[in-house]
């Protein structure tokens, strides 16, 4: 996938979070993933596939990429399930 287009499907998963009530989760395109964070934390990243699908994968207790067997069609899913997904841990990393 260009750059630019993963910096705009980057931008728009960052944007779901912000009208879903997490302004503190943002996205940014980093070496050909979206990558998730949530107050300047790693949480995750979705990695481009085939067909425009986004595959999620999250970042374990010592650093290492882990795949989750999900991924998204579209920026809006993408958000969706990673809240889904993932909200004990953006719970956790909230309460810092």
Same mark, same amino acid.
Do not use: C
């Given at each position: ?5 993963? *910096?705009? &499907? /980057?931008? *728009? &998963?960052? @944007? ?14 980093? =070496?050909?993933? /979206?990558?998730? @964070?949530?107050?300047?934390?790693? +949480? ?6 085939? @067909?425009?699908?986004?595959? +999620? !994968?999250? =970042?374990?207790?010592? !650093? @290492? ?5 999900? /991924?998204?069609? !579209? ?10 997904? +993932?909200?004990?841990? &953006? ?6």
């Amino acid at each position: 996938m260009h750059r630019d287009r993963l *910096q705009q &499907i /980057a931008a *728009q &998963i960052e @944007k779901a979070f912000h009208q879903q009530g997490h302004p503190r989760m943002t996205v940014h395109a980093q =070496r050909g993933h /979206a990558v998730v @964070k949530v107050g300047g934390e790693v +949480l995750a990243r979705f990695t481009p596939g085939a @067909k425009d699908e986004l595959h +999620l !994968g999250y =970042r374990n207790h010592n !650093g @290492k990429w882990e795949p989750m067997p999900f /991924a998204a069609h !579209g920026p809006d899913e993408a958000a969706r399930l990673t809240l889904e997904v +993932l909200t004990p841990h &953006i719970q956790a990393f909230s309460d810092f």
